[in-house]
């Protein structure tokens, strides 16, 4: 064993992972209540064994909360960052209802490294907004041909109403004074979250590498939800709505 390999047996992944997850609540006080709402519906639309796509996985948040509630679910998560995937795999070693892959979901190929062809659920949170409106479409056609007929495709994420300004720019605001406290408060924000990575000798070169592959923050758009519901509804599923929202977040709930 390396050098490397025994520095990464020994790190406190359960850790990072909650350190991921106080960073993100930074931004989403009501992470939770999104993650509880879509396995809400994944339990009334395709039962509580479901085989599940984790799409954009990061560090395996949804994955994670999966297994807790369904502990017959399996997962496979797919991404692009090395270190948020150094995360995942060091969270869920040996566990065998687990298996994640490696694959850059702008690549029209990407879903032939999957191991399975076709799931329950595909399930994304937080995740997609860095796509514009173009690849992003084609990524919901490629994700059509993995659900199963009668399975589900769940997206949480930035979903703007550009028809109501007034609206969008006092939630924003107020969202973002809130983000600021937290950080006084001791929060992590995404900036000094990844600094602390790159400290970490687990996840240094994992980071390096991800900085690499995204700069600093990838920015794409924030369609309305209708947006997404329509294209959704064009790329091959009967019935797309949302299913709960915050001021700036929809999660949107589409059926094969």
């Known amino acids: ?3 490397a390999d025994t520095t990464t047996a020994t790190t406190d992944w359960q850790a990072w ?8 609540e930074g931004y989403m006080p009501d ?9 809400d519906m994944v339990e009334a639309l395709v039962g509580t064994a479901p085989r599940v796509l984790d799409l954009a996985c990061g560090t395996g948040s949804i994955t994670a909360r999966l297994l807790a509630r369904f502990p017959d679910a399996t997962s496979t998560g797919v991404d692009l960052d090395p270190a948020l995937l150094a995360i995942a795999e060091g969270t869920f070693a040996g566990d065998e209802r687990v298996g994640l892959v490696t694959a850059d979901l702008k690549d029209p190929h ?6 399975y062809v076709s799931y329950d659920a595909v399930l994304t949170a937080t995740a997609l907004h860095w796509l514009h409106k173009e690849p992003l479409a084609d990524l919901y056609g490629r994700v059509a041909g993995l659900v199963r007929a009668g399975g589900v495709f769940m997206n949480a994420d930035h979903m703007i109403d550009e028809t109501t300004p007034r609206i969008n720019a006092a939630e924003r ?5 809130r983000m600021d406290q937290a950080k006084r408060n001791g929060t992590p924000d ?14 240094a070169g994992p980071t390096a590498r991800r900085y690499e592959i995204y700069g600093e923050h990838a920015d794409g758009d924030t369609p309305s939800a209708a947006w997404h519901a329509r294209v959704l509804r064009e790329k091959g599923f009967g019935e797309a709505r949302p299913v709960w929202c915050s001021p700036s977040d929809t999660l949107l709930l589409a059926v094969k």
Do not use: C, G, N
Not at 31 to 39: A, T
Not at 173 to 177: K, L, V
Not at 190 to 203: F, I
């Open 17 to 24: 992972q909650a350190s991921w997850d106080r960073q993100q």
């Open 173 to 177: 605001a107020q969202r973002h004074a």
């Open 110 to 115: 990407w879903p032939s490294r999957l191991p």
């Open 1 to 3: 064993m390396t050098d």
């Open 31 to 39: 992470r939770e209540e999104r993650f509880r709402i879509m396995l």
């Open 190 to 203: 995404w900036a000094e979250w990844w600094r602390l990575a790159a400290k970490d000798p687990a996840l």
